[in-house]
């Protein structure tokens, strides 16, 4: 049962790939690349503008999912909702009052860019094994801190999150087991030792 389940997995993957690419978290993250890769200005209709795993998505598809950009008023951190969320997201407000988002980018504010890179970035470390393992491409390179790379990873990339977590375990787990095995063998071999003590 279990090597059968192994076999078929990567057929399972491929179908959930497709699957996610047609929800809203995938169209959003997309969305997101997109949105660091290109001022939203210089969006030609119909250009494409993300491409990983043979999946491409052009703008037009884009803007026709629904998706607008956000601004905070404050820092102009731009992000992205879905048209249906819009008007509650544009009724937020400040503790002051205020309006915290707008469609209109606040003038004379520069937002605060990180220089954190997504884990999934092309110029990551571990991207070869990455790609081996057929984790997703992400050109996130303004994140801000730790905290905010972890979550960018949790909700940005779900899959590809619960994939390396999944991995992390499995390392541990095997760490686990090892020291395990060497606390068992230095137990016998003390054992052993104070017996041959004895028997001397
Ligand atoms: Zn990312």
Redesign the pocket.
């Known amino acids: 049962m279990e090597a059968g389940g192994e076999y078929i997995r990567p057929a399972v993957q491929e179908a959930e790939e497709h699957m996610t690419m047609h929800d809203n978290v995938a169209v959003e993250e997309m969305l997101r690349?997109a949105e660091d890769a290109i001022e939203p200005g210089d969006l030609a209709t119909g250009q494409v503008i993300s491409q990983s795993q043979d999946m491409t998505m052009t703008t037009s598809e884009l803007q026709s999912a629904g998706w607008v950009y956000v601004y905070d008023t404050l820092t102009a951190d731009r992000s992205v909702v879905n048209r249906n969320m819009l008007p509650q997201q544009l009724e937020k407000r400040r503790l002051d009052g205020s309006y915290a988002f707008s469609t209109r980018r606040p003038e004379g504010v520069d937002p605060i860019r990180g220089q954190l890179k997504?884990?999934?970035?092309d110029d990551g470390p571990n991207r070869e094994r990455y790609n081996s393992m057929g984790l997703v491409h992400?050109v996130?390179s303004n994140l801000l801190t730790e905290l905010a790379r972890e979550r960018?990873?949790k909700y940005?990339?779900p899959r590809a999150f619960a994939t390396l977590e999944d991995e992390r375990r499995r390392e541990d787990r095997d760490a686990e087991r090892l020291e395990r095995i060497a606390l068992t063998d230095s137990i016998r071999a003390m054992a052993d030792s104070n017996r041959g003590a004895k028997d001397a």
């Open positions: 690349d997504c884990l999934l970035h992400c996130k960018h990873m940005r990339h």
